[in-house]
């Protein structure tokens, strides 16, 4: 699949869209069956099994923290359990490290772990390890796109280039979306070697799109913020509401855009998205 180094300019139109939990059905699993119970184990936490995993799943599935960085969720889950649960010995090192690291990665941690003075910034990175494993041994039957994405992916395409603008692994992402065969209908992928999620959209207006001319489809609030700060349109693929979501996009969403609508519906399409998430639909 072309990278966005290569990649040109074909039509006057450009869809963004996210993999995991947008596209991809795979964030609900990756989180319930992966992050949180390797985390009760890493930590010993098998005593609040029950509220520690609802937790979890608030942090990075239910609420404005949707699609957070692994590491930032854990830092604050961890504070969390420390002040509710049970003392977490170097905590305190490993919010420090998040807040002072270059990038938030295995790589990067593995590098903090060499000098630090407790044993939290390797119990993080052994949790980290251990839920890629887990990850990589999900079922491929689990890992599959959302009813109607493929539809909606091919109306995209017949009216407008298509670009995957996600923020995980680029090898994961390809395997899934070929496997997925869903790459008929996408011109681009933009994954996390090629930068933030903001920085991958700010490149591809380069390549000579109108503002107004862009839709970023997506999940979580980072994917609102990578639009905004680009001056582009979002629109929400609402957690638990997915294939009406794909299905509204059809129906309203890519025409308003290729008609020069959008702007008209965009802030209910915001007020439905932080809603649906549990926030207050102004923003402070």
């Known amino acids: 699949m072309m990278t966005l180094q290569d990649f040109a300019k ?3 139109f450009l869809v963004c869209v996210d993999s995991d939990g947008c596209a991809m059905d795979t964030m609900d699993v990756k989180h319930i069956r992966c992050f949180g119970p390797c985390l009760v184990r890493e930590w010993g936490l098998e005593a609040w099994t029950e509220p520690i995993l609802k937790r979890w799943n608030e942090i990075n599935l239910y609420s404005m923290t949707r699609g957070i960085n692994r590491f930032k969720a854990l830092a604050e889950f961890l504070g969390e359990t420390n002040a509710w649960y049970t003392p977490i010995e170097g905590v305190e090192e490993l919010v420090a490290w998040i807040g002072s690291a270059p990038e938030l990665s295995n790589a990067a941690l593995a590098e903090a772990v060499k ?11 052994s949790w980290s390890k251990a839920v890629n494993a887990a990850i990589d041994a999900l079922p491929e039957s689990e890992k599959k796109p959302f009813p109607g994405v493929a539809e909606a992916l091919a109306t995209a395409h017949a009216a407008a280039d298509v670009a995957v603008v996600s923020s995980a692994n680029r090898e994961a992402v390809e395997e899934e979306w070929a496997r997925c065969r869903l790459f008929a209908s996408v011109d681009v992928l933009c994954c996390q070697d090629a930068g933030s999620k903001t920085a991958c959209i700010a490149q591809l207006k380069e390549k000579g799109y109108a503002p107004d001319h862009i839709l970023m489809v997506g999940d979580a609030p980072g994917d609102q913020v990578a639009a905004e700060k ?13 294939a009406e979501s794909w299905a509204g996009f059809i129906k309203t969403a890519l025409p308003a855009l290729t008609s020069g609508r959008y702007a008209a519906c965009q802030d209910e399409q915001n007020k439905a998205f932080r809603r649906n998430l549990g926030m207050p639909t102004a923003r402070a």
């Open 115 to 125: 000098t630090a003075r407790g044993p939290a910034l390797a119990k993080a990175l």
């Open 10 to 12: 074909q039509r006057d």
């Open 230 to 242: 680009n001056s582009v349109y979002f629109y929400p693929i609402l957690v638990q509401h997915e």
